[in-house]
T-cell receptor, first 112, second 112 residues
Framework: NAGVTQTPKFQVLKTGQSMTLQCAQD?????MSWYRQDPGMGLRLIHYSVGAGITDQGEVPNGYNVSRSTTEDFPLRLLSAAPSQTSVYFCASRGLMNTEAFFGQGTRLTVV | TQLLEQSPQFLSIQEGENLTVYCNSSSVFSSLQWYRQEPGEGPVLLVTVVTGGEVKKLKRLTFQFGDARKDSSLHITAAQPGDTGLYLC???FGAGSYQLTFGKGTKLSVIP
């Protein structure tokens, strides 16, 4: 049972480059979300989705786009990477009637 | 802005000692969760508390939900090096919301 799978695990980007962080879950969860984790800042919500075709902004959405074309996948796109986006990114999923969140292993992104 | 405060931010203790970490807010919650995050991994759910005054035990870990459902504590008895990690509390603020908001966490180091 794979749970939540994130790829890649590590990535280095140059300022201005774009990339997509992939997230897939196999638990048929309606709710998916992206967080970034920075030292001393905890987990901050970037974007979330309550189902296919439905997305909304979290606490720190600027510089990121998301889409949800299927229940399983919720990719996060960085449009033009900036050093301030250096962070560890986590994807999480859960059922709408169950608040337990399942997390991927994270993507460590460095923007130089 | 709703705030979930965790204390202490850092805690370093010797193996065998007891410790308590706290999660506080000025808001009332319908439920509260505790997660543990190990280095290089995503957070993993430890427990969910839903009733004011509730106490739950998970081996050497004891979780308590405040009577007014505004705060919670996690007590670890006879800490072991395997307890080392980041302890996060999380809540869903507001009726009808699905967003899980995390505290900044308590980073625990248990020294052998």
């Amino acid at each position: 049972n794979a749970g939540v799978t994130q790829t890649p695990k590590f990535q280095v980007l140059k300022t201005g480059q774009s990339m997509t962080l992939q997230c897939a879950q196999d638990m048929n969860h309606e709710y998916m979300s992206w967080y970034r984790q920075d030292p001393g800042m905890g987990l901050r919500l970037i974007h979330y989705s309550v189902g296919a075709g439905i997305t909304d902004q979290g606490e720190v959405p600027n510089g990121y786009n998301v889409s949800r074309s299927t229940t399983e996948d919720f990719p996060l796109r960085l449009l033009s990477a900036a050093p301030s986006q250096t962070s560890v990114y986590f994807c999480a999923s859960r059922g709408l009637m169950n608040t337990e969140a399942f997390f991927g292993q994270g993507t460590r992104l460095t923007v130089v | 802005t709703q705030l979930l405060e965790q204390s202490p931010q850092f805690l370093s203790i010797q193996e065998g000692e007891n410790l308590t970490v706290y999660c506080n807010s000025s808001s009332v919650f319908s439920s509260l969760q505790w997660y543990r995050q190990e280095p290089g991994e995503g957070p993993v759910l430890l427990v969910t508390v839903v009733t004011g005054g509730e106490v739950k035990k998970l081996k050497r870990l004891t979780f308590q939900f405040g009577d007014a459902r505004k705060d919670s504590s996690l007590h670890i008895t006879a800490a072991q090096p395997g307890d080392t990690g980041l302890y996060l509390c999380a809540v869903v603020f507001g009726a009808g919301s699905y967003q899980l908001t995390f505290g900044k966490g308590t980073k625990l180091s248990v020294i052998p």
